[in-house]
């Protein structure tokens, strides 16, 4: 009896989602066929009806998939940061809050997801679809209360100020733009992807910008009504 020396597939359901994920975040919804999926699958083409009970189907159960690993991976950190939240000063604040969005970018830049993910989760902020709730629940919303709680913890405001809030979203946007922006800065660097120490140079950099804004004069909370 021959023993082969591949590692067994993973399940169908798996592998469908795992093609999906790349399907989806290298081209919209309706460039992409069920058929090329199955193909690369390795399954039969019964099988996304089967799991997912159609191509609509694939696509929200991809989103949940991509938002689930997304949060495997920092979910573990978020609860560590809310934790320690109750008893940290300003200071402890800025540095838990520097580190997390470092880790984030690398996770974008560098991750197991980090070609395909952006791909799908910018669509959804771009055109949002029914897909954009589960995003928001399992990875966004999570992620952006915990900022948002930390940048009030350093400035003395409230969680639920809208500075808080809009300090938050701005932070998260100095580390997105090294993915969204990839190509142009990659062009003007005259390279084609990120080295490891490109993007440990990133991080420092974005601690700075983090810690700068950190200390942006507070705005009046009439502006947003």
Not at 5 to 30: I, M
Not at 78 to 86: D, F
Request: with cysteine; glycine share 8%.
């Amino acid at each position: 009896m021959s023993v082969s020396n591949h590692p067994p597939l993973p399940e169908t359901r798996e592998r469908l989602l795992q093609v999906a994920v790349t399907a989806f975040g290298q081209r919209d919804y309706d460039g992409v066929s069920t058929r090329e999926i199955v193909e690369a699958a390795e399954a039969n083409i019964s099988a996304i009806s089967y799991h997912f009970g159609g191509k609509r189907g694939l696509y929200l159960a991809t989103v949940e998939y991509l938002a689930e690993q997304f949060h495997k991976q920092m979910a573990p950190r978020l609860e560590e940061i809310r934790q320690a939240l109750e008893a940290s000063d300003a200071q402890a604040c800025a540095d838990l809050l520097c580190e997390f969005l470092g880790g984030f970018v690398e996770l974008l830049l560098a991750g197991e997801h980090g070609e395909s993910a952006p791909g799908i989760i910018f669509r959804e902020q771009h055109r949002p679809t029914d897909a954009y709730d589960i995003l928001y629940r399992k990875l966004l919303q999570p992620m952006h209360e915990t900022l948002t709680a930390l940048v009030a913890c350093y400035r003395g405001e409230s969680r639920e100020s809208h500075s808080a809030m809009l300090m938050a979203h701005a932070l998260l946007g100095q580390g997105v733009i090294f993915r969204i922006g990839r190509t142009t800065l990659l062009k003007r660097l005259g390279k084609t992807a990120y080295t490891r120490a490109d993007i440990k140079q990133l991080k420092r950099h974005l601690s700075g910008y983090c810690r700068w804004l950190l200390d942006a004069p507070h705005l009046a909370e009439d502006v947003i009504p």
